[in-house]
């Protein structure tokens, strides 16, 4: 019998619905799902039509709809692909950090392997990769199958990532002249063009952060709108325009989205460390150390001194001597020296190439200064300004760090101040190329810096870097980097970071790991009027800096001679440390206010940090996070009442009292302002 086309079209739609409610029996499309250790999120892969698809949900409830998944390769047609074998895996173990700001950290996940197959002999075999932990999930593409000798080229990768709710993106555009260095801006999904990563996303009752964890030697992932509910992964291209070059077997990062009830969830996952590989460097106790430092730096922001050569070079022996003797007085592990090195004279950032990494100038010695700050108990940290001139610094890298080691120098400040775009590559036959800022090419050279490096027991705190994802788990060397508009725009003015700024971060950048902020101006006008010109916030609001924005390495970045006119604030940023045993987000808003708290390694003692933005902000915190049944000493610093950041912004009270975990602390926070407070455990 002969069926009719409404009848047909109805049998379609029945199938089609079963389909959607019964994936696995479905005889139209295949898929495999992973659901998290707690049964909170599933992932499901699948394939339909040729074409490879994901799609994630919550507690029940869609949270991302079907997306694409797959590689488009240079010069190759679209395989069709058919679903094969699928794999299963469970993971939960401890694992502890050597530095970090959280020393145990627990991998809980379950893994799902689904092979791909494609439709011709000539198809690349790959599986997706999925991990499902409660608070997110990460996925990856394996070609496990290419010979080791076959070079391929990406031409495009398709992944995509569709919410199913309105959500508002905190962003900034992405391929900008400057990098990362762009303050964030909050609007609907759909005014997104292409983003930068970390991507947070936030509706109500619900966030998302969507990044990427482990890239090595790939390209930096961006996200591209591609419909009003649509996001593609847009790799940073090389400058003929493929994305990535790779030769035989290759995994891609992984492409991870964060998803949380509350901003706090998102910033105290440690998902993206567990997506690494475990710590490939052994013991790096002997010079990958936490600590804050000091140094000649903010001056030359300040324009009082120069770091190329004159009458007002920074960088001098005795000026550096006088650092030296302010960490030692007040127990700063680290003096950075910035300017030391030949080639900072005229236009350092178009002459790259001028740069030494082994020759300083006359009026600084090297040997003189490190064995008088190693008879203080004090460490150089060591600074490599490359300009971009990549090819510059690889061929003097190791004999550059050869010479720190020789000196006791075990840190190094790097730096790419170039414009992004211009990055310059050099073939072979001296032909130049301009590239982007995290292009492959750039991430292929931070991998060999973060490897040579650990040959000579040196660690490394990049600015103007390639993100982060994680890597530091793998290369624990790699301690710190910049990646966001940091305090050096509170020096240059017009506009400097407004008071919003601080508490968009841990929400955004931190969420990709630790950020070189250099907090800890006391000096807060600068002599300055115009409110766009100079610092945007209180005292008590840059001591609070400390504990809110993470670093291994923090630096007290203002001039000696100011902290020495305020002891009494000086005294947080002495006390404070930079190692933690655990850290807990314990209310925030993004864009809004932030407070966490963390206790310090090897130690019952406890910090807190909070922040607000221009707005006064009056909030009661529960202090359950200490321990129980203990009483604690709280030094508190905190906003006087008229504190304001525009008018009066060193007005800071410090007091003391007495409390225990079932207490609750009022914090009165003016505008711009914070509080930061030290719980000392009593006996």
């Known amino acids: 019998m002969r069926q009719s086309p409404r009848l047909g079209a109805a049998v379609k739609f029945v199938i089609g619905l079963a389909c959607v409610l019964i994936l696995q029996a479905c ?7 992973v659901d998290s250790p707690g049964k909170v999120l599933r992932v499901c892969v699948g394939a339909e ?150 991507l947070t996303l936030e509706s109500p009752g619900l966030f998302l952060s969507i990044h990427e964890a482990a890239l090595v030697d790939y390209a930096s992932m961006t996200l591209r709108l591609t419909a009003p509910d649509t996001l593609q992964a847009d790799l940073m291209p090389w ?59 903010w001056e030359m922001h300040l324009n009082r001194s120069t770091w190329g050569s004159g009458p007002k070079h920074g960088a001098t022996t005795a000026n550096t001597k006088r650092y030296i003797d302010f960490a030692a007085k007040h127990g700063f592990s680290g003096v950075l020296v910035e300017g030391w090195n030949t080639g900072w004279d005229g236009d350092w950032i178009a002459n790259g190439a001028s740069f030494s990494f082994t020759q300083t100038y006359p009026e600084f010695d090297l040997a003189e200064v490190t064995s008088y700050a190693k008879s203080k108990g004090v460490s150089l940290i060591g600074h490599n300004e490359t300009a971009g001139a990549i090819a510059n610094y690889e061929s003097q890298m190791a004999a550059g760090f050869e010479q720190y080691a020789k000196y006791g120098v075990h840190t190094v400040k790097t730096g790419y101040v170039k414009p992004n775009g211009t990055i310059q590559r050099l073939t072979p036959d001296g032909t130049a190329h301009n590239e982007w800022f995290a292009g492959q090419y750039l991430v292929r050279h931070h991998q060999l810096v973060a490897e040579t490096a650990a040959k000579y027991k040196i660690a490394i705190d990049v600015h103007e870097p390639v993100k982060d994802t994680g890597l530091r788990r793998t290369y624990p060397n790699i301690m710190s980097r910049e990646g966001a508009r940091g305090q050096e725009f509170n020096a240059w003015g017009d506009p400097t970071n407004p008071p919003e700024h601080v508490t ?34 209180t005292l008590a609001n840059q001591l609070a800096l400390y504990v809110v924005i993470y670093s291994p390495l923090h630096m007290a970045a203002d001039l000696p001679e100011n902290y020495e006119k305020q002891p009494e604030a000086f005294q947080f940023i002495k006390d404070v440390p930079t190692d933690w045993e655990r850290s807990r987000t314990l209310d925030a808003r993004i864009g809004d206010y932030i407070v966490v708290a963390r206790q310090q390694r090897n130690s019952d003692d406890w910090y807190l940090g909070a922040l607000t933005d221009e707005q006064p902000r009056s909030l009661s915190v529960a202090l359950d996070f200490l321990q129980p049944g203990r009483s604690y000493q709280a030094v508190i610093y905190r906003d006087e009442t008229d504190a304001d950041y525009r008018t009066n912004p060193l007005a800071q009270v410090i007091e003391k009292r007495t409390v225990r975990s079932t207490d609750r602390l009022p914090l009165a926070m003016g505008p711009g302002g914070g509080a930061a407070i030290r719980f000392k455990a009593l006996n």
């Open 49 to 198: 039509g040729g074409q490879p698809f994901y799609e994630v949900s919550r507690r029940g409830q869609s949270v991302l709809k079907r997306g694409t998944l797959g590689l488009a390769f240079v010069g190759e047609s679209r395989a069709k692909v058919t679903l094969g074998e699928t794999k299963r895996s469970a993971h939960d173990q401890n694992w502890e950090q050597p530095w970090g700001e959280q020393r145990i950290i627990r991998d809980h996940h379950n893994e799902m392997r689904v092979a791909m197959r494609g439709d011709t002999p000539n198809s690349k075999a790959f599986d997706i990769v999925v991990r499902a932990f409660d608070e997110g999930f990460g996925l990856r593409y394996d070609y496990y199958g290419i010979p080791s000798s076959q070079e391929i080229a990406i031409s495009d990768e398709l992944t995509q990532f569709r919410p199913v709710a309105k959500y508002q993106a905190w962003w900034f555009e992405a391929y900008q002249k400057e990098r990362d260095e762009y303050l964030y801006r909050r609007s609907p999904l759909e005014q997104l063009t292409r983003a930068e990563t970390p």
């Open 239 to 297: 400058s003929d325009g493929v994305k990535v070059r790779r030769t035989g077997p290759f995994q891609t990062p992984w492409r991870t989205v964060l998803i949380a009830e509350t901003a706090g969830g998102l910033a105290d996952s440690r998902m993206e460390l567990n997506l690494n590989e475990p710590n490939k460097l052994g013991d790096v106790s002997s010079y990958a150390r936490p600590g804050k430092y000091v140094g000649i730096w």
């Open 27 to 33: 005889p139209v499309e295949a898929a495999e799902c």
């Open 504 to 537: 968009i971060l841990p929400f955004t950048r931190l969420l990709a790991g630790p950020m070189d902020f250099t907090p800890g101006i006391f000096d807060i006008t600068a002599g300055k009027k115009d409110i766009r010109k100079r610092v945007q916030s």
